[in-house]
């Protein structure tokens, strides 16, 4: 397939954040192609995002919160769980990687990702012409930090979910904001 010749293996720790006290295991895929403003995938995909570090979690979380009307709705707190998840992959692609980028003819790297609908076209051609499982892609909040970036997991790819993929998440933390 195309491509192929530069996906690699992760094996690796990873971490995933959800509503504290969900009753859902964070590792739950039924929400995953449910959201329509995902940057990587389109509504019907089911992926999951996971950072490469508590830090990044909270910088993306920090990305989607509205920025002027929270604390016009009143006092809530919206805490955050963190979990920690053991990651093994057979075929990842790394969008940070020049050599990928030119392939790709993506021009103005890391910069063009803050472009939604390029992010998706890209995913949608590599989740249909290659056999990467996922991506690892820069944070859009740290685009600056080469070392901080997201695994987009491509569930549908995985013959088997989670196991031996992912393990079972581990309890990390919690962060959050308080309005």
Not at 4 to 18: I, M, N, T
Not at 74 to 88: M, N
Not at 150 to 161: A, N, W
Request: charged share 25%.
């Amino acid at each position: 397939m195309w491509l192929d010749d530069d996906v690699s293996p992760l094996e690796g720790q990873l971490c995933r954040h959800v509503p504290d006290g969900s009753p859902y295991d964070p590792l739950d895929p039924r929400f995953a192609a449910a959201a329509a403003d995902n940057r990587w995938n389109d509504r019907g995909e089911p992926t999951l995002y996971l950072g490469n570090s508590h830090e990044v979690l909270a910088v993306e979380w920090a990305r989607h919160f509205p920025r002027d009307g929270p604390l016009a709705a009143g006092r809530r707190s919206r805490l955050r769980r963190i979990y920690d998840v053991a990651v093994a992959l057979d075929a990842v692609l790394d969008l940070r990687t020049p050599r990928l980028s030119e392939a790709l003819s993506l021009v103005n790297m890391p910069y063009c990702f803050a472009e939604k609908e390029l992010c998706r076209i890209t995913a949608r051609r590599l989740r249909g012409e290659t056999s990467a499982q996922a991506l690892i892609v820069p944070s859009l909040g740290m685009l600056d930090r080469s070392e901080a970036w997201i695994l987009v997991l491509f569930v549908d790819k995985l013959p088997s979910f989670p196991a031996p993929y992912l393990a079972p998440a581990i309890a990390d933390g919690t962060f959050g904001l308080v309005e």
